[in-house]
């Protein structure tokens, strides 16, 4: 089946760095990939979708890359911000169902 | 883009009863699905609610334990059946309107059962 992995430590990092999470995926080939925040107590919110066929997405200070030869995606934020300290999860679509399947998330923390 | 409200948004049941989740989605949306979170995990799929017809499920989620309802394109209920200590956990309705597109989320409803 289908398998999910993102870094399940806490990822801690001074504002202003470059925060990177790490998604892979195993066992399938997802036609897209998207990319959520989720906050304590709060529903996720959807921050970016890449397509199998692109290498690269930006909206703003996020970048999310998409390698389908490693099965890996990667999540960046640059200029961090301690609102940036977030619960970030991937998930991987299931073909032609409109259902998604999320990976287990990583907490990012970010420090002033 | 679509504004999901759920209720309730938390509970405190006792084992054996059932208690019935609902999701109003503020706008028509194509599809709606139920996850489930439990403490410190990630979402899991329980089943997609079909407009007019039952509810799809995943493995592991059983339509007796969790039935669903969705009259029409906007709203859609989900009952957690004869609940134990172990279906404590956030149940969270999302909905969207493509197959390829953003998954909008409720607020989710935390439940504990005693």
């Known amino acids: 089946s289908q398998k999910i992995e993102q870094n399940s430590e806490a990822l801690n990092i001074q504002e202003g760095k470059t925060a990177t999470l790490t998604c892979n995926y195993t066992?399938?080939?997802?036609?897209?990939l998207q990319w959520y925040r989720q906050d304590p107590g709060r529903g996720p919110v959807f921050l970016l979708l890449i397509r199998e066929n692109e290498k690269e997405k930006r909206k703003e200070r996020l970048k999310v890359t998409f390698d389908t030869t490693l099965k890996q995606s990667l999540f960046h934020i640059t200029a961090s911000q301690p609102a940036d300290s977030a619960t970030y999860l991937c998930a991987l679509d299931l073909g032609d169902t409109g259902k998604l399947i999320f990976g287990q998330g990583t907490t990012l923390q970010v420090k002033p | 883009s679509a504004v999901i409200s759920q209720k309730p948004s938390r509970d405190i049941c006792q084992r054996g009863t059932s208690l019935t989740i609902q999701c109003q989605v503020d706008?028509?949306?194509?599809?709606m699905f139920w996850y489930r979170q439990q403490p410190g995990q990630s979402l899991t799929l329980i089943a997609t609610?079909?407009?007019?017809?039952?509810?799809?499920?995943e493995s592991g989620f059983v339509i007796d334990k969790f039935p669903i309802s969705r009259p029409n394109l906007t709203f859609s209920t989900l009952t957690v059946s004869n609940m134990s200590p172990e279906d404590s956990s956030i149940y969270l309705c999302?909905?969207?309107?493509?197959?390829?597109?953003?998954?909008?989320f409720g607020e989710g409803s935390r439940l504990t059962v005693l």
């Open positions: 609610a079909n407009q007019g017809s039952e509810a799809t499920y």
């Open positions: 066992n399938y080939s997802p036609a897209y």
């Open positions: 999302s909905a969207t309107n493509n197959w390829a597109g953003e998954l909008f």
């Open positions: 706008s028509q949306v194509t599809m």
